[in-house]
């Protein structure tokens, strides 16, 4: 009798945490991952009753996302009231920087209109720019455009870049390094979107005022493709590489030739991680391009294989490069991250390398690697695209008729310390305590153009130009 009390208490207590942890998953989810409210319209019947409904409906927005100061979001609140009574005197353009202008003033990375979708909606020029730390430049071309390949942008209709750059980041918002990274080549590739923001004069062509690379001036008159509602979701950061990146159309010619030798970090684009072991220089190099799974790469798996061949290798050095990771699933890596310091006996040092397109959960694991390492790390190349105190989390709504897709952020991220107690602190946070006071990099080495066409890894060089000074040293 005495046994089967035992066993009903312990069946009647292992029920009672299986409960208690549902509750709390099903709390968080609540909590963090809200669903937007259903889109609840008749058909609109013509322009203005549409986008009356989509900006009621964005109402909403001001409910999921918890990143707005008090005065940004009575401003936002403002603004909406406006724009209802405009609505049917917005083109399509004007119309989507409306909605981009209040949710920028969230001035959050992860609360924006998705850049993404930009090209599937509005014309673009035949020609990618990419921004490199001394400007933009293009590196991809059609044959429209083949002509400035490699060229510096320096106006568009008159308007020098850095102006324009500056104009557009009122629809971003964020941390602006990341916006001029990711969102502000969108934004320069399309005479619709320029026109509907008072840059350009039509909305079809735009005349580029461009430096080709044997140093002469011209401009350039470029007319845009029509929107393309299959274009490829791509960052940007796949330009870099010469090779055809999945979904690309065909007739795309890059700058470098596809058979360049790439310096390490540009190679194999298609493989979301990277690892190998440089036995001259005492070396493990591991690269994240993502922080989750991707088709036929479980991270999970590399995570196993980082740890497996730094036991193996014993290397003195560990360089981790963060620099197109942007983000994903934090918690995926979070143990690793935690141990690599001292994931050997042998670890002397480890190297982090960063970029503006470092974000969201590429930020968490360059944050608990420093706060777990001390000295024994060093982080070095451009700053990152995101703050040690942001949002992120959320969602994303869809307004009915535009189909704009728009993120949300809802838990709040401390690095620098523990937010316990705070208004929309991340409760799994919690259980990853970190105190680092900055994200910036010890040691800024830029990437710039000429770097890129000659093949050189500016930031991976001082790297190991550090570590041969400190094996000599011994």
């Not at 036991?311 to 490069?321: A, K, T």
């Not at 050997?344 to 420093?370: C, E, K, M, P």
Request: charged letters at 20%; one cysteine or more; glycine letters at 6%.
């Amino acid at each position: 009798m005495g046994v089967r009390r035992v066993i009903k208490w312990m069946l009647i207590g292992v029920a009672a945490i299986v409960l208690l942890l549902g509750g709390l998953v099903f709390a968080l989810f609540r909590t963090f991952y809200p669903s937007p409210p259903p889109a609840d319209f008749p058909p609109a019947a013509d322009a203005a009753t549409a986008q009356r409904q989509d900006f009621e409906y964005f109402a909403h927005y001001f409910e999921l996302n918890r990143t707005y100061s008090s005065a940004a979001r009575a401003q936002a609140q403002q603004m909406l009231a406006q724009y209802e009574a405009q609505a049917g005197t917005f083109s399509p353009a004007q119309f989507e920087l409306a909605i981009a202008s209040m949710t920028a003033l969230a001035d959050n990375g992860h609360s924006r209109v998705h850049p993404s979708g930009l090209p599937r909606r509005h014309n673009r020029l035949p020609c990618r720019l990419y921004r490199f730390a001394d400007g933009y430049y293009f590196i991809r071309a059609r044959p429209a455009c083949t002509e400035i390949l490699g060229a510096k942008l320096l106006a568009l209709d008159g308007h020098p870049t850095d102006d324009v750059v500056n104009h557009m980041y009122r629809y971003f918002g964020g941390p602006r390094n990341h916006y001029e990274q990711f969102a502000a080549p969108f934004f320069l590739e399309s005479p619709e979107l320029l026109n509907a923001a008072g840059l350009a004069s039509a909305a079809d062509r735009v005349t580029l005022h461009v430096r080709t690379r044997d140093g002469a001036e011209r401009d350039v008159a470029v007319v845009a493709d029509a929107p393309n509602p299959d274009a490829p979701g791509v960052s940007g950061v796949e330009l870099l590489s010469p090779d055809r990146f999945e979904s690309e159309p065909e007739g795309w010619q890059p700058l470098l030739p596809k058979d360049a030798a790439l310096p390490v970090f540009l190679r194999e684009f298609s493989v979301p991680f990277r690892a190998e072991y440089w036995p001259a220089d005492a070396t493990y190099f591991a690269q994240f391009r993502s922080n989750e799974d991707e088709d036929g790469y479980p991270i999970g798996k590399f995570v196993e294989r980082i740890e497996r061949e730094v036991r193996e290798h014993q290397p003195r050095f560990v360089v981790l490069d963060l620099r197109f990771n942007q983000g994903g699933n934090f918690t995926s890596t979070a143990s690793l991250m935690k141990r690599l310091p001292r994931l050997a006996d042998s670890i002397q040092h480890v190297y982090v390398l960063t970029s503006a397109w470092t974000f969201s959960a590429g930020n968490v694991s360059l944050a608990l690697v420093r706060d777990r390492g001390g000295k024994k790390v060093t982080v070095i190349g451009e700053p990152v695209g995101d703050r040690v105190r942001t949002w992120a989390e959320g969602g994303t709504m869809q307004l009915p008729n535009s189909k704009l897709r728009i993120g949300f952020a809802t838990g709040l991220h401390d690095y620098s310390r523990s937010c316990w107690g705070e208004s929309g602190c991340f409760w799994v946070m919690y259980l990853y305590p970190m105190h680092v006071p900055r994200l910036d990099p010890d040691i800024r080495v830029a990437y710039a153009f000429d770097d890129y066409v000659n093949l050189r890894d500016p930031i991976l060089e001082r790297t190991l130009q550090l570590i041969r000074t400190q094996t000599t040293q011994r």
